[in-house]
T-cell receptor, first 111, second 112 residues
């Protein structure tokens, strides 16, 4: 499975957009990009996922580069409640029973 | 619709003991995956159950075992507990193995 690289931490001002990057340079054509977040000591919360096209839902937008080697999760208007560890995960369409979480990015939203 | 639930929320055991953790999957989900999350790290995949059969396993020793029941709830059993087994144990369910996984709140296990 492809590995992901994320910055260990990022800061964002409340009300501004938070843009969280993820590198997955060894991703293969049948692998999806998933994003989860984990607020302190709680279970991870699903945010969004995509294969090739950009995706948007009520929580966030996912922008995947054309070569699929990197992606960005966008929280359009960050609030204090968005402070969490954000995990970018690459998951095979066929070997789908394993999620490799990595260390994630700690997003600190500040007033 | 009820989400994924886990019990107990917290547990303290001593080294060498055995523990059973329980997970109820989200309504309509027939797949359950278990993860171990040590302090400060991301979750590590233990194994997955699909329709009562093991459907993949991570790099964990055989003393980590599981069950899935006809109602798709699941148990994680850990024998001969070691200090390093202290962690947050997470259960996730999905409609089928290839669909999105939804996580429960976790069980925090402390081994003394």
């Amino acid at each position: 499975d492809a590995k992901t690289t994320q910055p260990p931490s990022m800061d964002c001002a409340e009300g501004r957009a938070a843009n969280l990057p993820c590198n997955h340079s060894t991703i293969s054509g049948n692998e999806y990009v998933y994003w989860y977040r984990q607020i302190h000591s709680q279970g991870p919360q699903y945010i969004i996922h995509g294969l090739k096209n950009n995706e948007t839902n009520e929580m966030a937008s996912l922008i995947i580069t054309e070569d699929r080697k990197s992606s960005t999760l966008i929280l359009p208007h960050a609030t204090l409640r968005d402070t969490a560890v954000y995990y970018c995960i690459v998951r095979s369409q066929y070997n789908f029973n394993k999620f490799y979480f990595g260390s994630g990015t700690k997003l600190n939203v500040k007033p | 619709e009820t989400g994924v639930t886990q019990s107990p929320t917290h547990l303290i055991k001593t080294r060498g003991q055995q523990v059973t953790l329980r997970c109820s999957s989200q309504s309509g989900h027939n797949t359950v995956s278990w993860y171990q999350q040590a302090l400060g790290q991301g979750p590590q995949f233990i194994f997955q159950y699909y329709r009562e059969e093991e459907n993949g396993r991570g790099n964990f020793p055989p003393r980590f075992s599981g069950l899935q029941f006809p109602n798709y709830s699941s148990e994680l059993n850990v024998n001969a507990l070691e200090l390093d087994d202290s962690a947050l144990y997470l259960c996730a369910s999905s409609l089928v193995p290839e669909e999105t996984q939804y996580f429960g709140p976790g069980t925090r296990l402390l081994v003394l």
